[in-house]
């Protein structure tokens, strides 16, 4: 069974600019999670999609949002870029419930000039 | 809230035992425990959930308190494969969601 995809693995902006960072979750698994890592502050919850509905949110701005499409891939992205959303995106995916095993993807490492 | 795991690191040798603690000042519906090795994606380790219910890997051990809200992992006779960071995360009561600790990093030395 194929595992997590996310593309691109890597990615550098400059301030200002948007981007948009896809996930392809495992094969029959509809929940999924989005995460931001950084040295400082570890793994924050962005938000949650199942069956192409946000079902939960963390304590991140308006500029980070999300959408999930009926195949279950989600995607996520972030309008005017800040220097302090450098940080990893990771996505995970699990059948349904975020209380389920999380199988993360390999993760996008964005990086803002 | 994050969780607050210790310590923060911890050097072992090559047999030795370790435990990780995990604490929240919330009520906790589970407690998820994941290692991440430098560069890959976290990897599942073990699922506490209330009730007494656990899901994980036969080699790793785990309680969960749930009257203080604490979890700890053991990891006994490590070995090298076992370095990397691990990170807790706690699903609150009702939340439906998880909250990852900073970490604890591991080194297990020859």
């Known amino acids: 069974k194929a595992g997590v995809t996310q593309t691109p693995r890597y990615l550098i902006k400059t301030r200002g600019q948007q981007v948009t960072l896809s996930c392809s979750p495992i094969s029959g698994h509809r929940s999924v999670s989005w995460y931001q890592q950084t040295p400082g502050q570890g793994l924050q919850f962005l938000f949650e999609?199942?069956?192409?509905?946000?079902?939960n949110k963390g304590n991140f701005p308006g500029r980070f949002s999300g959408r999930q499409f009926s195949n279950s891939r989600s995607e996520m992205n972030v309008s005017t870029l800040e220097l302090g959303d450098s940080a990893l995106y990771l996505c995970a995916s699990s059948l349904a419930q975020i209380r389920e095993t999380q199988y993360f993807g390999p993760g996008t490492r964005l990086l803002v000039l | 809230q994050q969780p607050v795991q210790s310590p923060q690191a911890v050097i072992l040798r090559e047999g030795e035992d370790a435990v990780i603690n995990c604490s929240s000042s919330k009520a906790l519906y589970s407690v998820h425990w994941y290692r991440q090795k430098h560069g890959e994606a976290p990897v599942f380790l073990m699922i506490l959930l209330k009730g007494g219910e656990q899901k994980g890997h036969e080699k790793i051990s785990a309680s969960f308190n749930e009257k203080k809200q604490q979890s700890s992992l053991y990891l006994t006779a490590s070995q090298l494969s076992y370095s990397g960071t691990y990170f807790c995360?706690?699903?609150?009561?009702?939340?439906?969601?998880?909250?990852f600790g900073k970490g604890t990093k591991l080194s297990v030395i020859p």
């Open positions: 999609y199942f069956s192409e509905t946000q079902r």
């Open positions: 995360g706690t699903e609150p009561a009702g939340s439906y969601q998880l909250t």
